[in-house]
């Protein structure tokens, strides 16, 4: 069955960085494409960033420029990279698979997503 499984997040101070981890199985990593979620305390799920198979990358406005995704298809890993955390980044992130194999016009609608990790936490404090 499918699995994913987030690792990486911690207590960081504003400006710092933290790498998350997406560990996944049970299905060909490869061909689906994945992004990353979050929901802060008292905030509905919002888009962080996704990436298709091919390596193409949306990102959400808010994160532009300070977080980059990645996949390693070999290792069947998802990366999140985040830089110059900020206090409002302060959230549970998830990462998500693709319902399929398709093409994805918004990688960043949650609804193109039906299989999601436990989530890892990331508290940012100023």
């Known amino acids: 069955q499918v699995q994913l499984v987030e690792s990486g997040g911690g207590s960081v101070q504003a400006g710092g960085s933290l790498r998350l981890s997406c560990a996944a199985s049970g299905y060909s990593f490869s061909l689906f494409s994945m992004a990353w979620f979050r929901q802060g305390p008292g905030k509905e799920r919002e888009s962080v960033a996704g990436?298709?198979?091919?390596?193409?990358?949306n990102y959400a406005d808010s994160v532009k420029g300070r977080f980059t995704i990645s996949r390693d298809n070999v290792k069947k890993t998802l990366y999140l990279r985040m830089s110059d955390l900020k206090p409002e980044d302060t959230a549970t992130y998830y990462c998500?698979?693709?319902?399929?194999?398709?093409?994805?016009?918004?990688?960043?609608?949650?609804?193109?997503?039906?299989?999601w990790g436990q989530g890892t936490q990331v508290a940012v404090s100023s």
């Open positions: 990436i298709r198979p091919s390596g193409g990358i």
């Open positions: 998500a698979r693709a319902r399929s194999s398709d093409w994805i016009d918004n990688l960043l609608l949650s609804s193109w997503y039906n299989y």
